[in-house]
């Protein structure tokens, strides 16, 4: 018998009243063309994301993996900034299926903002059109340009930080592996913000979620089934596909992983973190109580998701010494 959920935090639960009126009930692939362009109609626009000239925005067209298409990478560089800055590598949410590389980078800019770095968000190619690999190559090909072309935009290549949220988390996960085992450019830490990390589906805040919330198991395994297609949840999945995978978590950048306890990603998030710890890595984990699923993005004046903002920017601040 699944156990009952944890409680809402009662000022998320007020916003999510709100905000499940605007979301599918039953998530399915017939929704993605409605869904995406919807979506695009709400996307930031250059002078909203240029911040009364506090970033000048650019989108650059780079090479992606080889015989793929170029990517776009979005750059929003901070004015007024002496010398080479460290470098926010970032990748949107989306459960693999939706966003865009300016989907939800306004948390990343309000770091940036504070701490005086460069954002460069990451546009990778969605499932179910581009399966496993292409989104995880992408994201690495991105990385690999960054790192090369820092100087370019003003930042440090020695100082670039990875993040991603929920989708984005997964893949920011799978790329420190990725980076790892290929010998690329190396990330000085990586910030997991509820990130989706294993296809399996079955953990226990899995089980408790089911259609609560805003991206419950339902939802979860469209999303991985249209990545992973039939190989879903079987013995072959890669670990850069589903980190949750990796036999091996040593080598890592530092880590920052947060999750809400009452989401479907709790519990895989808890393990990764300490797995990470147990292979003799550095994390930093913090689950919010109450919270749901990207909980400071939907309700960002609540009490429990401005200490979870804080939290990410302290860690920065340590990791950057600044």
Do not use: K
């Not at 750059?75 to 939800?104: D, Q």
């Not at 990778?124 to 690495?140: G, K, Q, S, T």
């Not at 980076?179 to 830490?189: K, Q």
Request: glycine share 12%; net charge negative.
């Amino acid at each position: 018998m699944t156990p009952n959920p944890p409680p809402f935090d009662p000022e998320l639960d007020a916003a999510l009243a709100v905000v499940t009126e605007r979301i599918p009930r039953e998530w399915n692939l017939e929704l993605l063309p409605a869904m995406r362009e919807g979506e695009a109609l709400v996307l930031p626009s250059d002078e909203q994301l240029g911040r009364g000239g506090a970033f000048q925005v650019e989108e650059r067209r780079v090479p992606g993996p080889e015989g793929a298409p170029d990517i776009s990478l979005l750059i929003c560089r901070p004015t007024g900034v002496i010398g080479p800055r460290p470098v926010f590598y970032y990748a949107h949410g989306g459960g693999m299926i939706l966003g865009r590389n300016r989907s939800g980078v306004e948390t990343v800019l309000d770091w940036a903002q504070e701490l005086g770095a460069v954002v460069v968000s990451v546009e990778y190619r969605l499932a179910p059109e581009h399966p496993h690999p292409a989104p995880v190559e992408d994201v690495y090909a991105g990385l690999v340009w960054s790192a090369g072309h820092a100087g370019e935009f003003g930042g440090d290549p020695d100082r670039i930080v990875v993040a991603g949220g929920s989708a984005g988390g997964g893949l920011t996960a799978a790329l420190a592996l990725l980076t790892r085992d290929r010998e690329g450019p190396r990330p000085i830490g990586q910030l997991l913000m509820c990130p989706m990390l294993d296809d399996r589906n079955d953990s226990p805040s899995a089980l408790q979620m089911r259609g609560l919330g805003v991206w419950d198991r339902s939802a979860n395994e469209v999303g991985w089934s249209a990545l992973l297609g039939t190989a879903r949840g079987g013995p072959e999945v890669s670990p850069y596909a589903a980190p949750a995978r990796a036999e091996d978590l040593s080598g890592l950048p530092p880590a920052f992983l947060d999750v809400g306890s009452a989401e479907t990603f709790r519990d895989e998030v808890v393990a990764y973190a300490s797995r990470i710890w147990q292979a003799g890595g550095d994390a930093e984990l913090h689950v919010w109580p109450g919270g749901f699923h990207g909980f400071d993005l939907l309700a960002p004046h609540a009490a429990v998701s401005q200490a979870a903002i804080a939290a990410r920017v302290r860690w920065l601040r340590r990791l950057l010494g600044e």
